[in-house]
C-alpha cells in the first residue's frame, strides 16, 4: 500500500508541475516575454539577485547551519530554481506593478532551465547528477508545457481563457495532494527536520532572498516588492523535477523542498497582507 501512495505522489508532483506550467503559458501571450527586457538594469539586478546572491545566501547559510546531507541537497535545489508561479497571485493581491511581475516570472522561469542543470554538477560534485536526464525533464515538464500554453493563448484567446482556471485549480489540487502525500508517508522525516535547524535555515532564506530583492529592485516601490516577492519565492517545479530524478529515495530531499515551499507562501502572504493594508491606508488618506 505504501508503495501505490508513494507512486501515487510522484505522479501527483508530475501532474502539479504540468498543469501549473500549462497555467502559467495560458495566462500570457508571447508579446509578453519581450516587453520587461526592455528594462536592462532592473533585468540584470533580477538575475543577480536569483542566481548569484541567493546562492551565496545558501552557501552562508551551510556555514552557519550545518544541514543533514539530504536536507541540505534540498536547499541547493530550492536555490538553482527561480520563477515561481505564486508570485503573481500574491503581486495581483497587494496591487503591485503585474507586467514586471510577469516579466520576471518568465525569465527566471527560462533562465532556471539552462542554469540548474549546470550549477548542480558544480556545487554537489560528490553526488552522482544525471545532467542530460535533468535538462531533459525540464524541457519536457516545463518549457514545453510552458510554450504550448503561451501559442494556444496567442491562437486561440477565448479558449485559453476559459480553461486557464481549470488548470489553476488542478494545480492548487495536486499541490495540496502533494503536500498530505509526502506528509503522510514520509512523516517521521518530516518531524526529524525540526531540531535539525531546517526551518531556521529554511525561514533565513526565504527572508534573505526577499530583502535582496526588495533592495534590488528599486527605484520605484512597486518593482522593489515584486522583485522581493519573486526571488524569495522560489521555483518549487524544477527543485521537484530533478529531487524525483535524481533523489527519489531521499525522503528528507523532498522534506525540506516543501518546507522551504510551505515557508515561503507563508512569510510571502504575511509580509503581502502588510504591504496591501499599508497601501490601502495611503490611499484612502490621498
Not at 501571450?29 to 528594462?39: A, D, G, H
Not at 534590488?216 to 516577492?229: A, C, D, E
Request: net charge positive.
Amino acid at each position: 500500500m505504501e508503495v501505490i501512495l508513494q507512486q501515487i505522489a510522484n505522479i501527483s508532483i508530475l501532474i502539479y508541475i504540468v498543469s501549473t506550467m500549462l497555467y502559467m503559458g495560458l495566462s500570457f501571450f508571447p508579446k509578453q516575454f519581450i516587453v520587461p527586457l526592455k528594462n536592462k538594469q532592473l533585468i540584470i539586478k533580477s538575475l543577480t539577485a536569483n542566481f548569484i546572491l541567493m546562492p551565496i545566501i545558501t552557501y552562508i547559510i551551510l556555514q552557519l547551519i550545518p544541514l543533514q546531507p539530504g536536507l541540505a541537497i534540498g536547499l541547493v535545489l530550492m536555490t538553482l530554481g527561480a520563477g515561481s508561479p505564486f508570485m503573481l497571485k500574491l503581486v495581483q493581491f497587494i496591487k503591485a506593478d503585474m507586467a514586471f511581475a510577469v516579466g520576471l516570472m518568465l525569465i527566471l522561469s527560462v533562465v532556471t532551465l539552462i542554469y540548474l542543470p549546470i550549477m548542480l554538477s558544480f556545487i554537489l560534485p560528490d553526488i552522482s547528477v544525471n545532467s542530460s536526464s535533468i535538462t531533459t525533464s525540464l524541457l519536457v515538464l516545463i518549457l514545453l508545457p510552458l510554450a504550448g500554453g503561451t501559442a494556444l493563448k496567442w491562437r486561440y484567446n477565448n479558449l485559453a481563457e476559459k480553461i486557464n482556471p481549470v488548470f489553476n485549480q488542478i494545480s492548487n489540487i495536486f499541490i495540496i495532494l502533494v503536500v498530505i502525500l509526502y506528509l503522510g508517508l514520509n512523516y517521521k522525516d518530516f518531524l526529524a527536520v525540526f531540531g535539525t535547524g531546517a526551518i531556521i535555515a529554511a525561514l533565513t532564506f526565504v527572508l534573505s532572498g526577499f530583502l535582496i530583492g526588495y533592495f534590488l529592485g528599486g527605484p520605484s516601490q512597486n518593482t522593489k516588492t515584486v522583485l522581493g516577492m519573486g526571488t524569495a519565492i522560489r521555483n518549487s517545479s524544477a527543485a521537484f523535477v530533478v529531487a524525483l530524478a535524481n533523489f527519489s529515495a531521499k525522503y528528507d530531499v523532498m522534506a525540506m523542498i516543501i518546507v522551504i515551499y510551505l515557508l515561503s507562501i507563508i512569510t510571502i502572504m504575511l509580509i503581502s497582507a502588510a504591504i496591501a493594508k499599508k497601501t490601502e491606508k495611503a490611499s484612502t488618506n490621498a
